[in-house]
C-alpha cells in the first residue's frame, strides 16, 4: 500500500517533522536538493542546464539544486522567476549562497539551447490560476526542446486533483519526497508529471505520531489481501455468486461476469438471465449454474429466491432498461442482505430515483463510469472529472453505498477512506472489460471479503489484468477476453509465496 497525500497534509507533516522532531527545514530541502541532483546525473544530459526557480520553498530546491551542480562542475544558470521580497527565509538563504558561488542568476529569459530545465517554480502549495509573467514562463518552457525534471509537482498543477490551473509545466519526470500527492497520479496531473520518482528525505507520520493519510493505493504486495485457499476444503468453501446479467443479444455481458466471477476463485456461479441466453452460455460457460426466463413476466419472487442461495449479487451487465426490469431491481435492494453489486444498466434504472438505495438492507456496492454517474446526479461529465473524489465521496456517504466510480484512475470510496487505482491501461477500452470487473468484484464478494476490500482488490486486479493483457496483445488489440485470461496470471505469484 502507498499513501498519497493532499498538499495541506504534506505540510502539516513537513512542519510537525520540523517542530516536534526537530530536524531542521535547512535540513530537510538539502536532502530534497540532493535527491532532485542525482535523478539529474541518472536521467537527464547536464551539458548546460537551467533552473527555473520561485519565492517559496521549492524555489530553495531550485537553487540548493543550481549550487550542487555548479559545485559539481555543471554548467547551470538560474532564472528567478519570483519576487525577493516574497522568498521564504530558507530560499532567501539559499540564494543568497548561490550569489556567494557566482552562479549565474538572470531574471528573464534566453534562449539558450539549454539540455536540461529544472521546474522550481511553485511546488506542491499552488492553488490560484496562473496568469500574466509566469504563464509566459511556463509557455517557454514549454516549447523548449530540453528535457523538464519538476521538483515535487509540475508547476500548475493541482497537487490535491490534479486539475490543470490554467497552465502547466510538461515535465519529462518529477522527483517527489516522502509521498506522492494525489495530483500525481490523478489526471491530467499524471500526464504533466511524468514519470515519478519518490525520494526520501527523512519525513514520517510515524516519527510525529500522526494518522496516516486518508487516501491511498495498492502495489503488487497488496496481493496478500486475496482470499485464502485451504487444502481441506470444497466449492462451498469458496462461496456462491450471483450475476442477475444478460438480455436479448447481450448474452455476451452474462458471460464475462460469471467467468469473472470463477477466475478470481468463487466456487459456484450462477447466472440468472433471459431465455434466450440459455443455449450460448450453456456452450461458452458450462461451469455456471443457469437460471433463466423472460424478464418482461418474471415472477418476482423467483428472483427473491434465487438471492436466498446466493452469498453475493450483482445486476446489471446487459439486463437492459424497462419498468419491468426497475421493478426487479427495486425488490432485490430491498430484499438482498447480503453484499449487492450494481453496474451498468442496474445503474441507468436508479436514475431519478435514487432514494431507493436508503432500503437497502445490505451492502451495496454501485460501479458507474463518467457518464453513468452524470445521469445519476445530474452534473456534467466535466464537473465530475474535475473532482472525482469529491463526487464519488458525497455519493457514497448520502446514499450509504460503496461507489466505485470507473476512470483512467478508478476511484473506490465508502465516503471517507479514499482508494486511488493505478493499473490498468487505455487498451482496456473496449466493450465487456465492465462487466469482467462487476464479476470479480462479486466473486471476492461471494468469499466473504469484506465490501469495500472487495471492491478495492477488485479493481486493482481488474487492471492488472489488462496490464497483461497489453504485454501480450498491444493496447490496439485487446479485449475484455483478453483481460479474463489474465487474471489467473496476476493471482499465481501470491499463491506460489502462500504455498512455500
Not at 509557455?139 to 500548475?156: C, Q, R, T
Not at 458525497?394 to 487505482?421: M, Q, S, W
Not at 478495492?456 to 479474463?484: N, Q, R, S
Request: proline residues 3%; contains cysteine; hydrophobic residues 40%.
Amino acid at each position: 500500500m502507498e499513501y498519497l497525500l493532499k498538499s495541506d497534509e504534506m505540510k502539516q507533516l513537513d512542519q510537525a517533522v520540523i517542530e516536534e522532531v526537530g530536524i531542521p527545514s535547512a535540513v530537510l530541502m538539502e536532502r530534497a536538493a540532493l535527491a532532485a541532483t542525482e535523478a539529474l546525473e541518472q536521467y537527464f544530459p547536464l551539458k548546460k542546464v537551467l533552473v527555473v526557480c520561485g519565492s517559496g520553498n521549492n524555489g530553495g530546491d531550485g537553487f540548493a539544486v543550481a549550487r550542487l551542480l555548479h559545485l559539481k562542475k555543471k554548467d547551470v544558470t538560474i532564472l528567478f522567476a519570483g519576487n525577493e521580497m516574497s522568498c521564504t527565509p530558507e530560499t532567501a538563504l539559499q540564494k543568497k549562497i548561490c550569489e556567494k558561488y557566482q552562479i549565474p542568476i538572470c531574471r528573464n529569459w534566453k534562449n539558450d539551447e539549454y539540455t536540461s530545465i529544472v521546474d522550481a517554480v511553485f511546488g506542491i502549495g499552488l492553488s490560484r490560476t496562473i496568469e500574466g509573467n509566469y504563464r509566459e514562463l511556463i509557455e517557454h518552457i514549454n516549447i523548449h526542446p530540453a528535457k523538464v525534471l519538476a521538483i515535487d509537482i509540475a508547476s500548475g498543477i493541482c497537487a490535491d486533483t490534479g486539475e490543470v490551473l490554467g497552465t502547466a509545466v510538461r515535465a519529462d519526470m518529477t522527483v517527489t519526497f516522502a509521498y506522492k500527492k494525489i495530483g500525481h497520479v490523478l489526471y491530467p496531473g499524471a500526464e504533466y508529471c511524468g514519470k515519478i520518482l519518490k525520494r526520501e528525505i527523512g519525513i514520517s507520520p510515524e516519527a510525529t505520531g500522526r494518522r496516516l493519510p486518508h487516501c491511498y493505493t495498492y502495489d503488487k504486495g497488496d496481493l496478500c489481501r486475496l482470499p485464502k485457499r485451504y487444502a481441506y476444503s470444497n466449492k462451498g468453501t469458496y462461496g456462491r455468486a450471483l450475476l442477475i446479467a444478460g438480455s436479448k443479444n447481450m448474452s455476451g455481458a452474462a458471460y464475462f461476469s460469471g467467468m469473472a466471477a470463477y477466475r478470481v476463485g468463487t466456487g459456484l456461479v450462477q447466472i440468472f438471465t433471459e431465455s434466450c441466453n440459455r443455449n450460448i452460455l450453456q456452450q461458452i460457460l458450462p461451469e455456471a449454474i443457469l437460471a433463466t426466463q423472460n424478464w418482461e413476466k418474471t415472477d418476482q419472487k423467483k428472483t427473491i429466491k434465487e438471492l436466498e442461495w446466493a452469498d453475493a449479487a450483482a445486476i446489471g451487465p446487459g439486463f437492459g432498461i424497462s419498468e419491468q426490469k426497475r421493478r426487479i431491481l427495486f425488490e432485490i435492494i430491498k430484499n438482498m442482505y447480503r453484499p449487492l453489486v450494481i453496474d451498468a444498466d442496474g445503474l441507468n434504472l436508479l436514475a431519478d430515483q435514487l432514494e431507493i438505495l436508503k432500503e437497502k438492507k445490505g451492502p451495496v456496492i454501485v460501479t458507474p463510469h463518467i457518464g453513468e454517474m452524470s445521469r445519476l446526479i445530474k452534473k456534467t461529465r466535466q464537473e465530475i472529472i474535475a473532482d472525482l473524489i469529491g463526487t464519488a465521496a458525497a455519493f457514497a456517504r448520502e446514499y450509504h453505498v460503496i461507489c466505485v466510480l470507473k476512470d483512467t484512475r478508478t476511484v473506490v470510496t465508502d465516503g471517507k477512506d479514499v482508494y486511488i487505482n493505478q493499473s490498468g491501461n487505455h487498451g482496456m477500452a473496449a466493450g465487456g472489460s465492465g462487466d469482467v470487473l462487476t464479476g470479480m468484484i462479486t466473486g471476492l464478494l461471494a468469499q466473504k471479503m469484506e465490501p469495500f476490500e472487495a471492491a478495492k482488490l477488485g479493481v486493482y486486479l481488474h487492471g492488472l489484468a489488462g496490464d497483461e493483457a497489453k504485454k501480450e496483445m498491444g493496447a490496439y488489440a485487446m479485449t475484455a477476453t483478453d483481460i479474463l485470461n489474465q487474471i489467473g496470471k496476476v493471482q499465481k505469484t501470491e499463491e506460489y509465496r502462500r504455498e512455500q
